[in-house]
């Protein structure tokens, strides 16, 4: 195998397998609304498409934030912790983030696209084994807003995973804690960015699926995958 990284200004480039990557919170929060029953989930650019596909889609629900925070009219912000309790059986969600959709509307070029983080570590790792892909590119996708390194933590994991070794997690897992964007969610004040998603966000292997996202009619749509 063959490994590239980019960023949110390059991804448009990136071919063959293109793995986007984002650990706080967008792929660790769809990964819990999979668990939670989810039946699939729209990935969009802006806040005006997912109102609007909420409106054509029965059973719908929007998740995500405009610069972490839970817009108007938005179901469900994008937080773990929020989204825990909840009963998702059967929902289409609709998700739109910063940073993490907007990575996988941006690689255009993929061949195979998925959206990973530390939650399904391992079965992306096995999705992309089944695959017998050669050439993979990590899309950074928290680099563009100064920070990432929870991202780039996660695709390195993932990296050694690929190449068969058995890292130690812990020291990929004391940077996402390090990271710029943890930083937000230890000010007891920033009531969008609760401690505990950081934990929710960190379990390494809390789920047995990957998540592959296909196109269809100009849609991105994402759904789990048992590995």
């Known amino acids: 195998m063959r490994f590239h990284y980019c960023n949110l200004e390059d991804c448009?480039?990136?071919?063959?397998?293109?793995?986007?990557?984002?650990?706080?919170?967008?792929?660790?929060t769809a990964a819990y609304a999979f668990s939670l029953g989810a039946k699939e989930i729209l990935l969009v650019s802006t806040v005006e498409e997912a109102l609007s596909l909420?409106?054509?889609?029965?059973?719908?629900?929007?998740?995500?934030?405009?610069?972490?925070?839970?817009?108007?009219?938005?179901d469900f912000g994008n937080s773990p912790t929020y989204l825990s309790q909840?009963?998702?059986?059967?929902?289409?969600?609709?998700?739109?983030?910063?940073?993490?959709?907007?990575g996988?509307?941006?690689?255009?070029?993929?061949?195979?696209?998925?959206?990973?983080?530390?939650?399904?570590?391992?079965?992306?790792v096995k999705h992309i084994r089944k695959l017998g892909s050669e050439e993979i590119?990590?899309?950074?996708?928290?680099?563009?807003?100064?920070?990432?390194d929870e991202d780039l933590a996660c695709a390195e994991y993932l990296e050694a995973l690929m190449k068969d070794?058995?890292?130690d997690p812990k020291p990929f897992i004391q940077r996402a804690f390090a990271s710029?964007?943890?930083?937000?969610?230890?000010?007891?004040s920033k009531i969008g960015f609760p401690f505990s998603d950081l934990e929710y966000c960190t379990q390494i292997d809390?789920?047995?699926?990957?998540?592959?996202?296909?196109?269809a009619d100009g849609s991105h749509v994402m759904r789990c995958v048992k590995s």
């Open 137 to 148: 590119t990590f899309v950074i996708t928290g680099k563009n807003f100064g920070g990432g």
């Open 54 to 74: 909420r409106m054509q889609t029965p059973n719908s629900k929007v998740m995500g934030e405009v610069n972490g925070i839970r817009p108007d009219g938005f």
């Open 165 to 167: 070794s058995r890292p």
């Open 180 to 188: 710029k964007d943890a930083s937000h969610h230890f000010d007891p």
């Open 12 to 28: 448009h480039t990136a071919n063959g397998t293109v793995i986007v990557i984002d650990v706080l919170r967008a792929f660790s």
């Open 104 to 124: 996988v509307v941006r690689s255009q070029n993929a061949e195979v696209l998925l959206a990973s983080s530390f939650v399904i570590a391992d079965a992306t």
């Open 86 to 102: 909840e009963d998702l059986s059967g929902i289409t969600m609709i998700q739109r983030t910063t940073a993490g959709t907007q």
């Open 206 to 215: 809390k789920f047995d699926f990957s998540m592959p996202i296909t196109r």
